[in-house]
């Protein structure tokens, strides 16, 4: 089952860089730049979905010029902290912004 979501991801991060045809968004440099950022949000989506601890459909993940920001909400600060270590961890990851809310 986890490897079943996880090919669902980079499949759907596949057909986002065919359709666009490797287009230079957010003030990125080259069009391997943005597939770097696509292969490092994937990455860390597909972690973040075989960590039973971390609600991967709550936490939105975008990745620029290797620089993640995470966002949306967490039940805890546990898993806020899970979610950062999770995306510190994946390969080429420069720097990780944790704007994760957590909810009461």
Do not use: W
């Not at 230079?24 to 490092?40: F, H, L, P």
């Not at 290797?66 to 898993?79: I, M, N, R």
């Not at 899970?82 to 912004?97: D, F, T």
Request: charge should be positive.
């Amino acid at each position: 089952m986890k490897y079943a979501r996880t090919l669902v991801l980079a499949a759907m991060t596949g057909i986002t860089i065919l359709s666009t045809g490797c287009a230079v968004v957010r003030g990125q440099e080259t069009a391997g730049s943005y597939v770097d950022d696509a292969a490092i949000t994937t990455a860390v989506k597909a972690k973040m979905v075989d960590d039973k601890t971390v609600a991967a459909s709550s936490i939105s993940v975008e990745t620029l010029n290797g620089t993640v920001q995470l966002s949306g909400f967490a039940k805890s600060s546990a898993e806020k902290a899970q979610a950062e270590y999770i995306a510190r961890g994946v390969k080429n990851v420069r720097a990780v912004r944790n704007d994760i809310v957590v909810r009461p």
